[in-house]
């Protein structure tokens, strides 16, 4: 069984999300309506998942998700009536995975949820590698990338498209290759998710980020990794 934390301060949606999510026996369903709450839960439950609302009280949600990756490695799900571009980005490179805008339907979310669980199943490796390319370490077991050493806290999704990229090195990738591999759908044309995670990727990884030694642009196609 899985174990989902939503964070939303609205109790008509939490109400019809507790019976959604657990009316098939697959999910365990803890909701929160604060920040706060929220963290001590992540502290005290390891969750798989966690949609997390926007427009929380105390403290917003992207700046939370901000804090919970400090500990927490599951993916995090946006669910927020704010649908501008800016919002979306942020979101995304303070440490999102996925962002669904309001309203939505119940089967939608589910279906995110879904494909963000499938994707930390399956996406774990069968061999189990050790990878050591120049000043990098990374540990497809332990889902984890070292940097000259330190620990540098890659997201879910973060990991799963430097995998992908290492699995294929020297070969190009076009955005919507990478959108399909991680999230399992079409991006029927909007690629901004993968420049956004590429984006936070590089400035974990890169020792210049804005002339990258790994992760390089291939103009009006995708990237490449080099070395």
């Known amino acids: 069984m899985y174990k989902i934390l939503v964070v939303e301060d609205d109790l008509e949606i939490c109400d019809v999300l507790r019976h959604f999510l657990a009316r098939d026996g697959n999910y365990s369903v803890k909701i929160v309506h604060e920040a706060q709450s929220a963290l001590d839960a992540s502290r005290q439950g390891d969750f798989d998942i966690i949609p997390l609302d926007i427009m929380l009280p105390g403290m917003d949600g992207i700046n939370l998700c901000a804090q919970l990756r400090r500990h927490v490695y599951c993916p995090v799900i946006y669910i927020s009536c704010l649908h501008d571009d800016d919002t979306i980005i942020k979101a995304l490179q303070m440490g999102g995975d996925d962002y669904l805008t309001k309203p939505f339907k119940c ?85 901004r998710t993968v420049k956004v995670h590429v984006y936070n990727l590089r400035k974990k990884i890169e020792t210049n980020p804005s002339a990258p030694e790994y992760i390089k642009t291939v103009k009006n196609t995708g990237y490449i990794f080099e070395g």
């Open 107 to 191: 089967p939608v979310l589910l279906a995110r949820i879904e494909a963000n669980l499938r994707r930390m199943r399956y996406g774990r490796p069968l061999n189990e590698q050790i990878h050591e390319i120049g000043n990098l370490q990374i540990d497809e077991k332990n889902h984890t990338v070292y940097k000259d050493g330190e620990n540098k806290h890659l997201s879910p999704t973060e990991f799963q498209i430097l995998l992908l990229m290492i699995h294929n090195r020297g070969a190009v990738l076009d955005m919507e290759e990478i959108y399909q591999y991680i999230w399992h759908r079409p991006s029927c044309g909007d690629v």
